[in-house]
């Protein structure tokens, strides 16, 4: 089992990237993908805490975009944090 969209405390989740891992070790999972909303922040902590524990970790991201009828979210996966040009995109929608 895998879970593709996990929040942390670095958006609206109420628990640490690292203790997200130790959650969904602790039921069985074997990969998470971090997709917090509008930032990587987490995605170091989460990294180390998955290869600690064995389990595929996949550096994710949320998007926020504005649409005519609202607000419409687009997860991204296996994200460079250090890419200059997405972290500029998450810094301006933030």
């Given at each position: ?18 203790e ?8 069985g ?47 991204g ?14 810094e301006?929608?933030?």
């Amino acid at each position: 089992m895998i879970d593709l969209h996990i929040h942390s405390t670095f958006s609206d989740g109420s628990l640490t990237p690292a203790e997200l891992v130790e959650h969904g070790a602790g039921i069985g999972l074997k990969g998470m993908a971090l997709t917090d909303h509008d930032t990587t922040a987490g995605l170091p902590q989460f990294m180390a805490a998955c290869r600690e524990k064995g389990m595929a970790g996949i550096p994710g991201v949320e998007i926020s975009a504005d649409i005519s009828k609202g607000t419409m979210h687009v997860l991204g996966y296996h994200v460079d944090r250090n890419s200059r040009e997405l972290e500029g995109v998450l810094e301006q929608i933030r």
